[in-house]
């Protein structure tokens, strides 16, 4: 657009448990540690450098907060781009993930907004119980982009966020 204007909204979507939270704090920069539990505090917005162009995210982490039907639906309207996050070791959370997905097609129909399907907690590896071939193929079915992270090890988490920022792009692009 021509004002310059880059500021976007990304929304993660995912059962309770699968790591958003912890994500989103990767994302923000803030340590376990600074956090005294502060409700309502579920939006961060960053400034990213990728490809050598700043973007803006508002990463929204506010699935949980509210369970109401009214306020998911508002979440489903308001993204630029969604994070759908699933534990590898939780096949229920994987499942959901799709619904999630199958959701979010319903709401906004028409729009070829950018979805990430991510599986978070790749280091719990005995644990695991949806493998990353699952993974990738719920991805192409689902059509959208795909990445295993592990927010304990801060393992793909950057890759996660420079990859929004890239698909928001191209869909800018090709506008
Ligand atoms: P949310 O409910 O989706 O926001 O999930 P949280 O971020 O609150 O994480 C739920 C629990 O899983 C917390 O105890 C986290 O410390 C833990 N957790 C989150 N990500 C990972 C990960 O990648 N690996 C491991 N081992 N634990 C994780």
């Known amino acids: 657009d021509s004002s310059g204007e880059s500021l976007y909204r990304v929304v993660l979507l995912g059962d309770p448990g699968v790591g958003k939270t912890s994500l989103v704090n990767l994302f923000a920069g803030i340590q376990e540690r600074d956090l005294p539990e502060q409700p309502g505090e579920d939006a961060y917005e960053r400034t990213l450098s990728v490809d050598g162009e700043e973007t803006t995210l508002l ?66 590896v005995r644990c695991r119980e949806v493998s990353v071939e699952e993974g990738r193929a719920c991805a192409v079915v689902f059509d959208c982009k795909f990445i295993e992270t592990s927010a304990a090890l801060q393992h793909n988490v950057t890759e996660l966020f420079e990859g929004v920022v890239r698909q928001i792009r191209l869909r800018q692009d090709s506008k």
């Open 59 to 124: 990463v929204m982490d506010t699935w949980e907060t509210e369970r109401r039907n009214r306020f998911h639906n508002y979440c489903m309207q308001v993204g630029n781009a969604y994070v759908i996050v699933y534990s590898v070791t939780d096949r229920v959370s994987f499942e959901s993930a799709s619904e999630l997905r199958i959701q979010l097609r319903r709401t906004r129909q028409a729009e070829n907004i950018p979805i990430i399907l991510v599986g978070n907690k790749t280091d719990l």
